[in-house]
Nanobody, 121 residues
């Protein structure tokens, strides 16, 4: 059973940066594609970014391209999401997901508990 624990969320001002981390345990992290999703109150869970098992391939939702960067350290079983130039519309609970592919939440098998990101204007 894979366990994912997110950290790094918080309350920031528009234009600030945050780095989210997701630490994995209990599985073979290095062979899993990983992803970040987010969910704002009253909205569906939204794809943010994904990274292949090797780290060579990444994909982002258009609204974060050029501002967010997903990366991974397989030696540390950790995936990161660096978020720059944050906007109030980025406010959401951010979830780490493992063992899936693509942009659909239903395609990922394992999920973390989420970390809150709030961006004030």
């Amino acid at each position: 059973q894979v366990q994912l624990v997110e950290s790094g969320g918080g309350l920031v001002q528009a234009g600030d940066s945050l780095r989210l981390s997701c630490a994995a345990s209990g599985g073979t992290f290095s062979i899993y594609n990983m992803a970040w999703f987010r969910q704002a109150p009253g909205k569906e869970r939204e794809f943010v970014a994904t990274i292949s098992w090797s780290g060579r391939s990444t994909n982002y939702v258009d609204s974060v391209k050029g501002r967010f960067t997903i990366s991974r350290d397989n030696a540390k079983n950790t995936v990161y999401l660096v978020m720059n130039s944050l906007k109030p519309e980025d406010s959401a609970v951010y979830y780490c997901a493992a063992r899936g592919s693509g942009t659909r939440a239903g395609d990922y098998q394992y999920w973390g508990q989420g970390t809150q990101v709030t961006v004030s204007s």
